[in-house]
């Protein structure tokens, strides 16, 4: 709210937003040990807690999911796209959840919104989480997959010139050091 501007004056939340928001709010509230638990209790928690709003939405002609190479290890991405005669730009996808929680499924359904109405491919990367995985490993991992894009770009119907990088939360923090390093 602006300065100057009463509680009455502020316009309502859109419904499908409170609705989120409730539901979020109620699922999370049948946990009120939350803080205690493991964190990947919490992970399973809120993986169930979002399970409803992964459903429905546009689907994808293409749903791959894929390794890619990162040093000793692989990260996973999730390849989202509709149907499109010829090379597509992509958004590279990081989703929020604070470093510690959440994944490509909590968010698939919002990547293949973005894919549809943005007429894009998605690639979401499912990037290690904290505390198990201390910084800088989630960036480097991020920095392996925008590399690997560049590179796979052609056989995945991508145009490696029309490349973009983002996301939500902590993922928009990725997004944004990574596009810093280069």
């Not at 509230?29 to 493991?38: I, T």
């Not at 999730?78 to 590279?92: E, F, H, T, W």
């Not at 925008?146 to 983002?166: F, M, N, Q, T, Y």
Request: proline share 6%; hydrophobic share 40%.
């Amino acid at each position: 709210m602006s300065s100057g501007q009463s509680h009455d004056q502020v316009e309502p939340i859109d419904a499908d937003i409170q609705r989120f928001v409730s539901a979020i709010m109620d699922g999370s509230a049948a946990y009120p040990d939350l803080g205690a638990r493991s964190f990947a209790e919490r992970r399973a928690i809120a993986e169930k807690i979002r399970a409803p709003w992964r459903s429905g939405g546009p689907e994808m002609q293409r749903r791959e999911d894929l390794q890619v190479p990162c040093g000793d290890r692989s990260v996973r991405v999730r390849l989202l796209a509709g149907d499109y005669g010829g090379p597509r730009p992509a958004l590279i996808y990081l989703h929020g959840g604070g470093f510690v929680l959440f994944s490509l499924d909590t968010h698939d359904r919002l990547m293949r919104e973005y894919a549809a109405q943005g007429d894009v491919a998605v690639i979401g990367v499912d990037y290690s989480l904290s505390p198990e995985a201390r910084f800088p490993t989630a960036l480097h991992e991020v920095i392996a997959v925008v590399d690997w894009l560049k590179d796979a770009a052609p056989r995945l119907g991508i145009d490696p010139e029309r490349l973009a990088i983002g996301g939500d939360s902590a993922g928009a923090q990725n997004a944004s050091t990574a596009s810093a390093s280069g």
